[in-house]
């Protein structure tokens, strides 16, 4: 993979997760909250309703390994349910980073969900015993036969009442230790840990596709429609572009006085 900024090279497997190391959080309570996401050129974050269409070789390397850098990934139950999520398993891909967990168990999925809307019989609740075990993320508000069938298969923490307060659920995290959270979407959930005023960090990759008129961002709001560029507005700074065949994986931090 070849780094174009902020000077050219070309990198080695050490040299490319040096780069996406967030600070060395040990023994403090502070957390640094990573985002990871695609989008096409004209903006899209999905291709007939799926990242995958946009995605390629070196994309989902820096995907490996910014799961193998988390204590933990975070995700909307929507995103959950669409990309068909399970456990983190070591597979061909991961298995190039497993240095970078040596000593560590694989990272847990914790899901974000208001009314426990999950499939305990699905792919991320029914796992397999020996991989990571699930988080759910819910309210108070959730319906408790939902909270009974999922409470067996997962860690269950309460985060608001009618909805989640996500700046709760990060609190919760990381007072259990998930210091290095990466969040991956999906646009929902993202756009509230903005207003939150949470991310630290976005990693973007740009695909070289035009997808037309009609997908999300990488950010939606389910609330009324507002102008962009107002009080929700973050600036970020630049770290570094990667390039490799045709796409552009940029990471952008928070300033240092943000």
């Not at 819910?138 to 860690?155: M, Q, Y």
């Not at 507005?233 to 300033?255: E, K, N």
């Amino acid at each position: 993979m070849r780094q174009i900024y902020p000077e050219p090279a070309v990198l080695t497997d050490r040299q490319l997760a040096a780069r996406y190391r967030g600070p060395d959080r040990a023994g403090q309570t502070s957390h640094w909250l990573r985002a990871n996401m695609v989008a096409s050129l004209d903006g899209a974050a999905t291709v007939r309703g799926r990242t995958g269409g946009l995605s390629g070789g070196a994309d989902r390397q820096v995907f490996a390994m910014l799961r193998a850098l988390a204590d933990v990934i975070v995700v909307g139950a929507g995103t959950a349910r669409t990309e068909g999520y399970g456990p983190v398993r070591p597979g061909k891909e991961g298995a190039r980073w497993a240095w970078l967990r040596a000593g560590r168990a694989p990272a847990p999925i914790a899901v974000i969900t208001r009314r426990i809307d999950l499939d305990p019989a699905g792919p991320l609740l029914a796992a397999p015993p020996g991989l990571a075990r699930p988080i759910v993320i819910t309210t108070e508000a959730a319906p408790a036969d939902r909270r009974a069938a999922v409470a067996g298969r997962a860690e269950l923490i309460v985060a608001g009442r009618e909805s989640v307060d996500v700046r709760a659920a990060v609190d919760a995290l990381t007072g259990r230790g998930y210091r290095q959270i990466l969040t991956e979407g999906g646009p929902y959930l993202l756009s509230q840990i903005i207003e939150a005023g949470l991310l630290d960090e976005l990693c973007l990759t740009l695909s070289p596709l035009l997808a037309g008129p009609g997908a999300s961002r990488i950010v939606a709001d389910t609330g009324p429609p507002r102008q962009p560029g107002g009080a929700s507005a973050r600036p970020l700074d630049l770290a570094h572009v990667l390039a490799d065949d045709g796409h552009l994986i940029c990471r952008y931090v928070r300033p240092a006085d943000g």
